[in-house]
């Protein structure tokens, strides 16, 4: 496995250290993914500053979608004093206005878009909270199928749904859990 050394402006999100396939995957996902709702979404192919910043948004949801998978960024938020980390990962969760932004630049539901967020990152702290709980991962789980069901009922563009259901998975399962346990990434 080849790693690569992440910037210091980086490392919020993908850790100090990379594997060269998983910036790959990372890359590869959010171009092809922001690419797909920019040519499938008529309201993204308008143009403009708010079309651009919803894209660079939502280019962001794509890419820690898959980014919070990686050795690197889970070593950043799971390996050292855990005091330390714990804290780190409540104010990540806590910055994540992304569907909201996007939602107020396309015109789409807040009420809906904030019952979203509020859901979404209230079941990441409680997943945080429980971790080293055998309940840590049924949490994540549980909290991630009942987003996934019940976020069709909001009437939220069906788009816009797939992207509030990735961004679920996105704090709750990508980033919540600690899919490296054993080792930091050496």
């Given at each position: 496995?080849?790693?690569?050394?992440?910037?210091?402006?980086?490392?919020?999100?993908?850790?100090e250290?990379?594997?060269?396939?998983?910036l790959?995957?990372?890359?590869?996902?959010?171009?092809?993914?922001?690419?797909?709702?920019?040519?499938?979404?008529?309201?993204?192919q308008?143009?403009?500053?708010?079309?651009?910043?919803?894209?660079?948004?939502i280019?962001?949801?794509?890419?820690?979608?898959?980014g919070?998978?990686?050795?690197?960024?889970?070593?950043?938020?799971?390996?050292?004093?855990?005091?330390?980390?714990?804290?780190?990962?409540?104010?990540f969760?806590?910055?994540?206005?992304?569907l909201?932004?996007?939602?107020?630049?396309?015109?789409?539901?807040?009420?809906?878009?904030?019952?979203?967020?509020?859901y979404?990152?209230?079941?990441?702290?409680?997943?945080?909270?429980l971790?080293?709980?055998?309940?840590?991962?049924v949490?994540?789980?549980?909290?991630?199928?009942t987003?996934?069901?019940?976020?069709?009922?909001?009437?939220?563009?069906?788009?816009?749904?797939?992207?509030?259901?990735?961004f679920?998975g996105?704090?709750?399962?990508a980033f919540?859990?600690?899919?490296h346990?054993?080792?930091?990434?050496?």
């Amino acid at each position: 496995m080849t790693l690569v050394s992440i910037p210091f402006f980086l490392q919020e999100f993908l850790g100090e250290r990379q594997s060269v396939s998983d910036l790959a995957m990372v890359v590869g996902f959010t171009t092809l993914g922001t690419w797909y709702l920019r040519s499938d979404v008529p309201s993204l192919q308008a143009g403009g500053w708010k079309c651009n910043a919803a894209l660079m948004v939502i280019g962001d949801i794509l890419a820690g979608a898959i980014g919070n998978f990686t050795k690197g960024t889970n070593d950043r938020y799971f390996i050292g004093p855990e005091a330390e980390k714990y804290s780190a990962r409540v104010h990540f969760y806590l910055v994540h206005f992304h569907l909201l932004i996007v939602a107020a630049l396309m015109n789409i539901s807040l009420k809906a878009t904030a019952f979203v967020s509020a859901y979404t990152i209230g079941s990441s702290l409680l997943v945080n909270a429980l971790r080293g709980s055998s309940l840590h991962p049924v949490i994540a789980g549980t909290s991630f199928f009942t987003g996934l069901v019940a976020f069709p009922a909001l009437g939220l563009p069906k788009w816009f749904e797939t992207l509030s259901v990735l961004f679920l998975g996105k704090l709750v399962v990508a980033f919540s859990l600690n899919h490296h346990p054993v080792n930091r990434m050496d």
